[in-house]
């Protein structure tokens, strides 16, 4: 990947079940712990420019969330819950203290619940972040495929099973061609396994009256400075759940990214790298 970033492996216990968990690290200062989102993503996949951006400042974690990347893809439940257990048995096995949380899509849900869960948190950067609705326009439609499985094989069946499948996936995410680069990036991490994982999640999450996750109601409780960034023209997850969060939590700072849609990361690294330097 890049120079002074490394991979490492370590063995957690979540909900009862071992699993080996692959993560990148590096730098100096004070713990930065970022984290993906479900499905076409892994740490190597948001994180490829921020980790080498942040280091100089921060000693960086991204780990692979099991079912993404390199590390473990168990045949099991794939949870909400699930993922903030990865999250907090991560921080304690690592040792990691107070860090500063930045989280993408689900990612940014984790990093929210993790903090609303009473894990000791130094700051949180929530970028197009999933949790702070109640609902999408497209949701009741993703509900009824994913309660139908033979809809649901035939919708994801193609996913990460080629370049061009993966280029088209992101092309719904966003204007503009995807760079190759990154392309090829999800193209090396994903595999039928975390296409199953992501289907997993999104039936829990995905329900017939609206989205599992919802922690709107609960921003107040957030005592800790918080940025949110958001695409402008996401068409996943909407603007404006940024932008109500932000006239929410007492000490936020909001930034849209105009001509951006739901990875600013990698659509636009070094501005989103700027913004994360700046706040953190």
Known sequence: MTTGISSERVELSVDGEDVDIHYRTGGEGPPMVFLHGIGLDAATVSWRHALPALAPERT?????????????????????????????EFI???????????????????????????????RLVLVDSYGLGADAYWRTAASSVLQTPIFGNMLWQGVGSSQSAIRNSLRSMGPGEPPQQLVEDIDSVVDRQTVRAMRRWQRSEFRWCGFRT??????????????????????????????????????????????????????????FNRAVQAFC
């Open 60 to 88: 960086v974690y991204a780990l692979d969330l099991p079912g993404h990347g390199d590390s473990d893809k168990p045949d099991r439940a794939y949870t909400t819950d699930y993922y903030l257990e990865t999250l907090a």
């Open 92 to 122: 304690d096995a690592l040792g990691i203290e107070e860090p500063a949380l930045a989280g993408l899509s689900m990612g940014g849900a984790i990093a929210l619940g993790h903090a609303l869960d009473g894990g000791p948190v130094e």
């Open 214 to 271: 919802d922690y709107s109601d609960r921003l107040t409780e957030i005592d800790v400075p918080t940025m949110l960034i958001h695409g402008a023209v996401d068409p996943l997850l909407p603007r404006r759940w940024s932008e109500q969060a932000a006239g929410t939590v007492t000490d936020s700072t909001l930034k849209i990214f105009e001509n951006c849609g739901h990875c600013p990361p990698r659509e636009h690294p070094d501005r």
